[in-house]
């Protein structure tokens, strides 16, 4: 049949065809492939599945399938993004979905920044921290050499680790050079807290003293204490300085002058540890804003309400057991919010508004496991051979790094966590700097810090 013929013959059929019913049309479909042979069967064969295909994320509006992807996994998405440009783009754009992705792993939103490009990004980023942290590789170590006896202290602040020596020195290094900035002669040190101008000990000799970090002069010496001072805080707006002593007892002093205020009694055990904060919430013995001092034994912590009061009574007397039969862990956790402490039945949690018990985590198949810090997100845990990253919205284990063979004191002041900000969720920035330092028997400081991102 001629060309010109052939095109007749095939409008006219056409508009036959389109004519019949959809019955009428399948069983002339039909029966033309009854009579093709394999060269016109093949052609069929090809060209129905590009017949068939429809780019539904191309035809779907947008928000339409912004719906859709969110029943989609992140890792099915990054794979779906490489069908095509207009996917990956699609995709790309879906910011909901990589903001839920990176709360998910834990990662902090700031939900000002719209840029979706910039959430699958992160997502990326922290998909490959996360899997460093489940790999054990996302940290790193190193050492600080330079006292010539057992390091007792230790305090960490903005980059600037403090360590106090039996060798009547001490130190203030910087943690990412391992330089040490300011080197000072004390007494022996128990407990150490500084600032940019200041170093405040607590000794063994039964002390206080205040130091000044530029000339190294000791401003100030607070005396009265019949046992080694095992904790120290203060408050320059309050002008207070709190110490926990081995004599049982907590002493409050005028910081400025070296006078004592107060001496609050009532623990029958040393105390280990003083934290004095400011109250976040309100309940009937406190309100928000009030300054409220925080005292550890073995067995209890003390709630102070923090003044000039010279009968200054106890608020409250946390425990675990009434018995005295469980110890608590020495570091304590208070954020105005919420005091946590770890013991051997696992890490407890109280609401600071009602005190009661929110929840107790129980780490059954890891025994003394001790509690370094306590965020929205995630915990930071130890024992005595690694240290652990604990994910607080299952209360699972998620890392563990390797330690060497520490000194572990029983005080707890000879070890602790660096930078805090990423317990409450990663942001991509704050995975940097210091984890964990703990003193060595060779008199050096070793240092856990996070990884450089890969």
């Known amino acids: 049949m001629e060309r010109k013929d052939f095109e007749t013959w095939l409008d006219n059929i056409s508009v036959t065809f389109l004519s019949l019913t959809d019955l009428q049309k399948n069983e002339t479909l039909d029966h033309l492939i009854s009579l093709s042979g394999a060269v016109q069967l093949r052609h069929l064969s090809n060209n129905l599945e590009t017949l068939l295909k429809r780019d539904f994320l191309k035809l779907l509006p947008l928000e339409l399938s912004f719906y859709l992807l969110k029943w989609l996994d992140p890792q099915t998405l990054l794979t779906c993004c490489l069908v095509s440009k207009q996917w990956n783009k699609v995709i790309s754009a879906c910011t909901e979905v990589w903001q839920t992705a990176c709360k998910n792993l834990g990662w902090q939103i700031d939900d000002s920044v719209q840029d979706a490009l910039h959430w699958k990004k992160v997502y990326l980023k922290a998909i490959l921290r996360m899997k460093q942290l489940e ?84 401003t100030q010496h607070f005396r009265g204490h019949t046992g080694a001072v095992f904790s120290v805080d203060y408050n320059d707006e309050l002008d207070i300085l709190v110490s926990g002593s081995a004599d049982f007892t907590v002493k409050v002093w005028a910081l400025s002058a070296g006078t004592c205020l107060n001496t609050l009694t009532g623990h029958t055990e040393w105390v280990t540890k003083v934290v004095l904060q400011k109250c976040k919430v309100k309940s009937l013995l406190h309100s928000p804003g009030d300054y409220i001092l925080l005292s550890a034994d073995k067995y209890e912590i003390k709630i102070w309400p923090i003044g000039r009061e010279i009968n200054c ?31 051997a039945l696992g890490l407890y949690q109280w609401d600071f508004a009602s005190y009661d018990i929110l929840r107790v985590i ?15 997100i995630f915990a930071l845990l130890f024992d005595n051979h690694y240290l652990y990253i604990m994910d607080l919205r299952t209360e699972s284990l998620i890392s563990r790094w390797p330690l060497p063979e520490y000194r572990k004191s029983k005080r707890g002041s000879s070890f602790l966590a660096g930078e805090a900000s990423w317990l409450n969720g990663l942001d991509g920035h704050n995975d940097t700097g210091l984890v964990f330092a703990t003193s060595m028997p060779d008199h050096s400081i070793h240092l856990v810090l996070w990884k450089e991102h890969g």
């Open 135 to 218: 790999d054990h590789e996302a940290f790193e170590t190193s050492s600080l050499i330079g006292h010539s006896a057992r390091v007792y202290a230790l305090y960490y602040k903005d980059g600037l680790l403090c360590t106090g020596s039996d060798d009547l020195s001490a130190k203030l290094w910087d943690v990412s050079t391992g330089q040490c900035v300011y080197g000072i002669q004390t007494h022996t040190c128990a407990a150490v807290k500084f600032d940019e101008q200041k170093l405040v000990t607590g000794s063994f000799d039964n002390t206080v003293a205040c130091w000044e970090w530029s000339s190294g002069a000791r």
């Open 313 to 343: 009574k106890c608020l409250k007397t946390l425990s675990v057991s009434e018995d005295r039969s469980i110890c608590l862990q020495p570091r304590l956790h208070f954020d105005g919010k919420y005091i946590v402490c770890s013991s």
């Open 362 to 376: 129980k780490t059954p198949e890891i025994a003394n496991l001790a509690l370094l810090g306590f965020g929205d």
